[in-house]
């Protein structure tokens, strides 16, 4: 069995315990430098993965329901979020953009089969025939989007599995507040002395920290790709009341 194999019958294990679950599965998965940098500086794209790395999100996006970012992402890298370099089914594009920042002219504006779903508090409008849909969800107390109520969102409009892709603050933010169940990690051999991939995630016991366990990893190309489950001290990710 091939690496890309591998991950996905794993994540596909992974899956199945949280069938029952209130919100969708979330696999968060980016490319980061070996200091931890995803790109030199918030709002500049940087091409971190190698050629079989790239191949390996696309596989993953294909494994998943739906692939969320941050507008700090589209603004920086304007992705188009389906799958190109794999054969496969593209996920549901959606987007955390508290504000409707997302420019007319972005891709995901222009997608020719999906509408992309925008989660955002603003009072935003867009015609029918937009390739946007509008979906409103209450802030939080940051006046972003809150995550649990938009995951339930999701999961009632039939997303069973989220790919979360980034950027930093929408990946520390699904941290925080514990709502990663697995990590696809690529690690690239660059010091880049950015833009690092996880902030301040608000724990203030070093022990309760998240952890990965198990842990799997193999190379891929240059790149180093680390997988595993993400568990939090005081959760059993099984057992948690986000699952039923
Ligand atoms: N190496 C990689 O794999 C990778 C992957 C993705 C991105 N990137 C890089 O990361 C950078 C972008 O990261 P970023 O941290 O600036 O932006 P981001 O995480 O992509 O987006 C953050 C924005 O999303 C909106 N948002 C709405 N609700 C939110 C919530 N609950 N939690 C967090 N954010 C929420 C906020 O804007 P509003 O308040 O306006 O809604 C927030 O400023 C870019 O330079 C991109 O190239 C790298």
Redesign the pocket.
Known sequence: MNLNQQIERWLLSQRTQYAGSERPFVTLS???SWDGS??L??????A?SGEQAMQLTHHLRSLHDGIL??????L??DPRLNVRQWRGPDPQPVV????F?IPPGARLCHLSDKRCWI??SADAICPDDSALEIIRLPG?SA?????HEALRELKRRGINSLMV???????T?FLQQQLVDAMVLTVAPRLVGG?KAVGDLGVADRTALPHISPVFTDRLGTDLIMWGQVKYDNQDNASSGEHA
Request: glycine share 16%; aromatic share 4%; charged share 15%.
């Open positions: 980016y490319a980061q995803i790109t500086q918030s709002g500049e794209p940087l971190l970012v941050g507008i700090g992402t589209v920086a890298d955390l953009d508290a504000h920042r989660l955002t939080d006046g972003r989007v809150s995550l892709e980034g950027g930093a603050n929408v990946i933010g833009y």
